[in-house]
Each structure stands twice: as structure tokens, then as C-alpha cells.
């Protein structure tokens, strides 16, 4: 809902909620971040979850994300939250094309997430993205502490060879 209302909007928006959501266009589209939680208190951290316009060219998609954890950092976020699947299209048809190798390498997508993690000093979960391991395709998402280490890396059970239909 809030992606179909973000392309929507003609420029930036804030909700009627105060720093709920905040919208701005960019070079490769909209860029959403939520804060949920104000850094005033010491007892909470600033947390923004980021909502992108995926496109079927990886490397804007790689700069549209870059952007959107770089402007939750700038707006004092300290942990970061990318959507499913943030690197490509959602569709079967898509994961085998911009799976990447996480372990052995290379991984663009990954790569980028460790250093922007590192450079906008934030802890990073970097949503999903398509992997392939021993041949296999998996939905695996990244964690990135701020000084860009990989803390932990979670593959989702569940199958892409699936469809429903509707």
C-alpha cells in the first residue's frame, strides 16, 4: 500500500503523522523511509524501514537502496530495514537471472550493503535478495552491523519453483 502510494505521490509528503513516513523523489524514483521510533529518548533507537521502486535494471536498483540508507542515516536512524527482494523484480523468472553467490562471490548487491552500512555508520537488515548456493536458488536476507560486518544471513523456506495462480 504505501509503495502504490508513493509512486502516486507528485513529491515529498509527510503523513499526518509526525516523521511517520517521508517520501522524496530521486533519480531512480521514490525513496521511502518510516521512522518508528525518536532518538531522543536514550532508552529507543531510531529505526526506518525503506519502501523502493524496483526496476529491472540491478544497478539502479543497487543506487536507489544505497540512497534510501543513506537518507534514514541523515535523518538519524540508527537501524535500517530494506523490503523483500529489494535487487530485482519479484518474479521467478527473475531470481535465477540476479541471484547472486553471498558466500563465494561476487555480490554486488551485498557488497553494497556492508559498505553503505559501514559508511552511514547503521545496523543494516538488508530485506532479501535472490541467492544461489550448491545450485540452488534461496531468498536470503543480510544483516550488517555499522562497521559493515556481516553479523548473520537467514534463507527463507519457502520455494520459488511454486505458483499459485491469482
Request: hydrophobic content about 40%.
Given at each position: ?13 509527510t ?26 529518548d ?6 526506518a ?24 542515516a ?8 530494506l ?20 558466500d563465494?562471490?561476487?555480490?554486488p548487491?551485498?557488497?553494497m550493503?556492508g559498505?553503505?552500512?559501514k ?37 527463507k523456506?519457502h ?8
Amino acid at each position: 500500500m504505501l509503495a502504490g502510494l508513493a509512486r502516486r505521490a507528485p513529491s515529498c509528503f509527510t503523513s499526518s503523522l509526525p516523521r511517520l513516513l517521508r517520501c522524496k523523489q530521486s533519480r531512480a524514483g521514490t525513496l521511502c523511509t518510516r521512522a518508528m521510533a525518536e532518538a531522543e529518548d536514550p532508552g529507543k533507537v531510531k529505526v526506518a524501514l525503506c519502501q523502493l521502486h524496483v526496476t529491472v535494471d540491478k544497478q539502479e536498483n543497487l543506487a536507489t537502496a544505497k540512497a534510501a540508507i543513506e537518507d534514514a542515516a541523515r535523518n538519524g536512524a540508527k537501524l535500517v530495514v530494506l523490503p523483500e527482494m529489494w535487487n530485482c523484480p519479484y518474479s521467478n523468472d527473475s531470481f535465477p537471472t540476479y541471484a547472486e553467490d553471498i558466500d563465494n562471490g561476487p555480490s554486488p548487491s551485498t557488497d553494497m550493503l556492508g559498505a553503505a552500512a559501514k559508511a552511514a555508520g547503521v545496523t543494516l537488515v538488508g530485506g532479501s535478495v535472490p541467492e544461489r548456493c550448491d545450485g540452488k536458488l534461496y531468498n536470503t536476507c543480510c544483516v550488517f552491523d555499522h562497521t559493515g560486518k556481516l553479523l548473520a544471513k537467514h534463507r527463507k523456506v519457502h520455494l520459488f519453483d511454486i505458483d499459485i495462480p491469482g
